[in-house]
């Protein structure tokens, strides 16, 4: 596939608020927007060109899909492989599912890091409680155990004090029930006392050209992140070195398309990577509008075969997520012409559902 023409049509596999932003930026440079997801009146569906509602299972809907789009991506990695595999035999797939593979699980993403080089916390797979009680006598001091699959916000986690609590963590993340994996159902995790927390996105095109965003300084509140901000307050080495991480692991993956690496960084200046998402990602809003090109429309210039551009960030920019009833106070923000609201076209404020969110620009400080 060449570069796609104007009036061309981007299939998008996910119909939340990533797929709703990505049709948004789509829309400038004159892209058709198809959304395929299982849920109606979903975000994206409400500003798609068009949509298709459905299950991903269903081959019918995914066969019609694939004829109707010139090039297909996804706005979420939990895109079962089945779905990716049968979209990827009839048309092209931006990424490739093996970058969706490798982040979908937390134990070949963080053998996947190792292997760029790059360092994690200290971590052990877990298959069983035994195997949590050897982990933890091998990582000593608190932990978290995760599942390898399908967590997301924090859900899928145990914080672990002591090896004391291995039974009744084991069981919190199980339910009681036997675990069935073919790698890692689990990895324990040793807790990083991190100074901050930062993300890079970075962008890859068809000719391997690559482009990164600043780190943004992350915070996050129940599992989920609150803010976003930039600049990060981070020696400029480390900002490099991260910038670095999140380039050699777009390149090794091969992904045409968008990579945001989650990272800690340790009080003695150490960076960690935490996990990966080959996507838009949530720590990338601030984009929209303190850059001159956001993390949305990199990724539609990418998979349509066009180039990628300096994002010339213009503004300092602190992105603030809406999550629940943070959505009922919006006032103070429509009274401030430095606050760009982003709502999701949502109906009901569930605790813990993401909204929205407003990144709040000041002039660029450096
Ligand atoms: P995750 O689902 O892995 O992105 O975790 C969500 C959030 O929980 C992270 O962004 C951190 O704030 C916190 N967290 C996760 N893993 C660790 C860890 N090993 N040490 C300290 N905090 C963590």
């Known amino acids: 596939m060449s570069r796609l023409p104007p009036g ?3 299939g998008i596999l996910g119909n939340g608020q990533l797929g ?3 049709c ?8 058709r927007t198809h959304v395929y997801g299982p849920d109606k009146n979903s975000p994206a569906e409400l500003v798609a060109t068009s949509s298709t509602v459905a299950p991903y299972d269903d081959e019918a809907a995914l066969a019609a899909f694939a004829r109707a789009v010139d090039v297909v ?3 979420f990695e939990n ?7 049968f979209l990827s035999a ?10 969706l593979e490798v982040a979908q699980d937390r134990a070949q993403e963080k053998a996947f890091f190792a292997k760029i080089g790059a360092k994690t916390a200290d971590w052990r797979p877990v298959n069983s409680e035994p195997d949590l009680k050897a982990a933890l006598e ?6 978290i155990l995760k599942t390898s699959r399908l967590g997301y916000d924090g859900k899928g986690q145990v914080k672990i004090k002591s090896a004391a609590e291995a039974g009744s963590a084991w069981q919190a993340l199980t339910g009681g029930q036997t675990t069935h994996s073919n790698g890692a159902f689990a990895v324990l995790e040793g807790f990083v006392d991190f100074s901050c927390e930062i993300s890079v996105i970075a962008a890859r095109d068809v000719s391997g050209a690559l482009m990164c965003y600043e780190p943004a300084e992350n915070v996050h509140a129940n599992h989920m992140l609150a803010t976003s901000t930039v600049p990060a307050r981070l020696d400029p080495k480390i900002a490099a070195e991260a910038e670095s991480i999140a380039k050699r692991a777009i390149e090794a993956l091969d992904i045409v398309g968008l990579l945001a690496v989650e990272m800690f960084v340790t009080r003695s200046g150490d960076i960690l990577c935490n996990e990966m998402a080959p996507r838009p990602h949530n720590s990338g809003h601030w984009t929209m509008d303190a850059c001159g090109t956001d993390q949305f429309q990199q990724l539609v210039r990418a998979v349509t075969g066009l180039p990628l551009v300096d994002p010339a960030r213009h503004s300092d920019a602190r ?3 809406l999550v629940g009833d943070d959505v009922e106070r919006l006032d103070s923000y429509l009274a401030d012409p430095a606050a760009h609201l982003h709502l999701y076209g949502k109906t009901e404020a569930r605790p813990g559902r993401k909204m929205g969110h407003v990144n709040i620009l000041s002039p660029r400080s450096g």
């Open 8 to 10: 061309a049509t981007l």
């Open 20 to 22: 709703r932003m990505l």
């Open 24 to 31: 948004l930026a789509a829309a400038p440079l004159g892209f």
């Open 73 to 75: 991506t996804f706005e």
């Open 79 to 85: 895109v079962p492989a089945h779905a990716a595999a």
């Open 90 to 99: 009839r048309t092209q797939v931006r990424p490739t599912y093996k970058a």
């Open 138 to 143: 091998d990582i000593s001091g608190p932990a």
């Open 319 to 321: 992105m603030i997520n």
